[in-house]
Structures are given as structure tokens and as C-alpha cells.
């Protein structure tokens, strides 16, 4: 299977903690995109990472790429309750559109 | 814009039931995709469109059709439903290969 690993499957936190995930791949990519998923609702896009870069910002989210090791991690600072949610990595490789996703960590954020 | 919307929200079938699970963008998309989530599986891709009048095979296309007459609109059929179909069914569409994808809300779909 193509299909990323993301680690951990589940984390749980206190409000205003950091929260860490993983993901893996296998083959070569063009990018790697971050996607949030609240219970029960459609993905939502969080960031897109290319190939080419190696860390990139948004707001509380800090996404690292390493080709060499074929892994990404996002990272959420001061998490908020809110932020209780399934994330999950995805990556586009070669010349096609396909879009691989992993199978998610579920997030915890306690008040 | 309302974006991706897709109906019915939630559906029941019997086993050998046919039914077109509808997808519908207003962003002017030429990529449409259709993906399966199923517990601890994550997404799988179904079918995709790179434009009106292309489609093409995903990861699990074993008992969908698909097609794309206008760009605004992916239906997905299930031609003779089986119980490995429950799933919850999300179409995406993206604005061009590489970025990023914008998911309707889903179809919980549960075939009896």
C-alpha cells in the first residue's frame, strides 16, 4: 500500500500544551499537505508543504518535511480545546493528481 | 460560494440497490475526486476527473461508476450495493494538480 503512517494513532493534551504528529511515506512526493477533520465533518486543508522546503508557518501550526527520511510532522502550539480534531497527512508524488492520505491522528484537547 | 456540497447527507440501502450519490462545485475546479473513509483505513481514493469528460481509476474502484459531463458536477454510482459499501463517501475538487483539495460534508452511507 502507498498509504502514509501517521504517529501517534491518538494524543491527548491539556489546553495550552504542544501537540506533535507524525507521518511517513514511501515514495518520492511533490508535496505534503496537513488536513483537519472535526468528528463527523469534511477535511478541511490546513497547509501544503512542497517538495522543495523543509519547514513551513501558519498562524499556531508549524509543518517540517525531511525527503531523506520520507517524514513530516505538524506541530500545534498552545493548543486549544478547539483544536480537538482528526488530523491527517497527505502527499501527491509523480506526474499525477492523486492525493495518498495517511490514516489520521485523533487530538484530544482537554479544558 | 457554497463550495463543494454533496447530496443526500445520509442514506440506507438494501444489499443489490442501485443509487447515484450526487457532488457538485461552484469554484470552477477541473479536478474532482471521490474518496471512502472507513475506520482506522483513513481516505482511500475512489475515482477522479482531471476535467469534464475525463475520469479515471483510484486506489478502490470496484463497484463505482463515475462520470464527468460538466465541470461543475462528479456523480458516483453504486450500481448493486454490497454491505462492504457502508462507508462514509466525501467528494473534493481542487483547482489544479498539486494543491489543495476542498471536501464536501459527506454521505454516511449504510448498505443493509
Known sequence: SQQGEEDPQALSIQEGENATMNCSYKTSINNLQWYRQNSGRGLVHLILIRSNEREKHSGRLRVTLDTSKKSSSLLITAS???????????????????LTFGKGTLLTVNP | NAGVTQTPKFQVLKTGQSMTLQCAQDMNHEYMSWYRQDPGMGLRLIHYSVGAGITDQGEVPNGYNVSRSTTEDFPLRLLSAAPSQTSVYFCASSPRQGAEQFFGPGTRLTVL
Open chain 1, 80 to 98: 486549544r480545546a478547539a483544536d480537538t480534531a482528526s488530523y491527517f497527512c497527505a502527499f501527491q508524488g509523480g506526474s499525477n493528481y492523486k
